[in-house]
């Protein structure tokens, strides 16, 4: 594999120079990918500088363009829909409390605490609820209404509270969009993301009434989740387009919320970290689907990995930090 992974560093660090100020240090990146490789569940890697890959490396599995389940990226595509829902002027703004969205699909027994909780709790994982993720996850896809199921979960904390993960929370965002837009989360998708990055949105699964998932299983190609990263690093435009407002993305990469299980903040969608001093902001979907955000160095880097195994509690998921932080930001800072 040793071969195969030079012709692949030698192609990608040979073109980029001649189309960005910046590169990676070869050495350390040709390290870096034998890293990659011996990590059995890594299927792809990308690395871009300044908007231009220095790395398109498939490991094992579909290529860069096929369509992958990004898992739970799909919260964070999510987040991104009601950013442009705000700028919109669809939802009023984070503070809207999501009853107002949601009309007649609260349940009528639901807690009365239930009219506090707002876009933003629901947003950074604060809504309160009990969640629907891990243990519960089950179940919960299998009720005859997800969006009731969610909202009727039992108050564990008080609204704005900890952190509690809960992929409810995004589809009970989705079902706000559908409800208040009138149309469904894919056309919204295809239209507020897929037209203005030139990415395909293939049809993703849908909940009982029709509700598009709004946290998990998501389709996107690793080259189209590269272009949605980059809409980020960009402070929400890409090709001289404006498709999210940069106080959106200042706001998301805004830390409310610590995960009891990495110590890592939270903010819309994102998890937010460092690497060898550089703010890290990362995307982080089951298996070890990734985008990471490194702004002040200019890199962009997009991981998938197979779906079925997880990445937290095996250690993989620290791996893949550990491959960007000691591997990829370091082969920025020293590069020629």
Known sequence: MKLALSTCLLVFLTVAPAQAAR????????????????????RSLIVARDGVPVIEQVFRGPGLDQPVNIKSISKTIIAALTGVAIDRGEFEGVDQPIVALLGGRVPASADP???????DHLLSMRAGLERTSGPFYGRWVGSRDWVSFALARPFVD???????????????LSAALTRTTGRDTLALA?????????????????????????????????????????????????DGRRVLSERWIDVSWTPRARSVHTGDAYGYGWFITEA?????????????????????????AVITSDT??????????RELHDLIGDGIVRAAEQAP
């Open 23 to 42: 590169s990676l240090d070869p050495g350390m990146m040709e390290e870096t990918l034998q890293r990659a490789a011996a990590f059995p569940a890594l």
């Open 113 to 119: 605490r239930l009219r506090r909780v707002t876009v």
């Open 158 to 172: 008080e609204p704005g509270g900890g952190m509690l993960y809960s992929t409810g929370n995004s589809h009970i």
């Open 190 to 238: 295809r239209d507020w993301l897929g037209e203005p990055l030139g990415i395909q949105i293939p049809a993703w699964q849908r909940d009982p009434q029709g509700i598009y998932f709004g946290g998990n299983n998501m389709l996107l190609s690793p080259r189209d989740l590269l272009r949605f990263g980059e809409l980020y690093r960009n402070g929400g435009v890409v």
């Open 276 to 300: 060898r001093g550089h703010p890290v902001y990362y995307a982080w979907g089951f298996g070890g689907q990734m985008i990471h955000v490194i702004p002040d160095l200019g890199l962009t």
């Open 308 to 317: 079925d195994s997880p990445s937290g509690r095996t250690g993989y998921a």
